[in-house]
């Protein structure tokens, strides 16, 4: 669990800082501000952002459209464009990119929160790992919405998740416990291999499984219900790796 990591790539060092405030007092963790193509890459590699934003007109010989190039290319991440330019020409190169939001300036600091959130929604809706607007997977992470931002959850940090009626709730490794909209049927088929249905009203995260019993599964010293179909396809799957 950790906050959602955002990326400013802006060469006016103003803007730049004004982002970098409004994104904290929303909840963000801003993990970087580049000027440039080159530094922006080398926050990419080292920091590894959940998100990016990025101004059309940089220093250097490289634009935010080149650094939007590399992004899809390589790193798979959603990011904002960030401009001032509006006209006809600026437009189409944007749209070659496809980003998932962008901001024109001059912007109101809620612009840039809402931007975010729809950012991260529409780049997972893309990949169709999108459940509602405050509940998405990018990558191998669940990003859910608390109050005003978005918290970062690895699926490695989920014990296992539970069907409350309409919702889900999902349990974390040190005792968090998130509630979310949802249905169990939804999640199973975005979740990696690592997780497996034990039960109607269960998902759990195999690397926590410590013993197997005749009517349950036990993940650290939790039991969670399991049924005997269900219990016949674990052992199967087990066997086979």
Known sequence: MDRVKVLIVEDE???SHG?????QNSGYNVI???????????????????????????????????????????????FIFLTSNTDKLTV??????????YLVKPFEDTEIATSIELALYNYAK??????????LIIKDCLFVKVEKSF????????????????????????????VVRGSLNEYINKLTHHFF?????????????SRINPNAIIIKDTEIPMGKKNKEELLELLNKT
């Not at 249905?197 to 499984?209: D, G, M």
């Open 92 to 101: 189409e190169e944007v749209k070659q990119v496809n980003p998932s939001a």
């Open 19 to 23: 982002i970098k405030l409004s994104l």
């Open 32 to 78: 970087g501000q580049a000027i440039n193509y080159t530094e922006a890459i080398e926050f990419i590699n080292s920091q590894n952002p959940d998100i990016a934003i990025l101004d059309i007109k940089l220093s250097g010989r490289k634009t935010g459209i080149d650094l939007a190039e590399e992004i899809n290319k390589k790193y798979e991440i959603p």
């Open 151 to 178: 918290i970062r959850v690895d699926f490695s940090d989920i014990f296992y998740l539970k069907s409350a009626h309409i919702y889900i709730e999902i349990f974390l490794t040190d005792g968090t416990k998130y």
């Open 13 to 15: 060092i103003i803007i």
């Open 126 to 135: 893309r990949n169709e790992k999108a459940f509602s607007q405050d509940n």
């Open 197 to 209: 249905r034990c039960h109607r009203s269960y998902i759990i995260n195999l690397n926590f499984v």
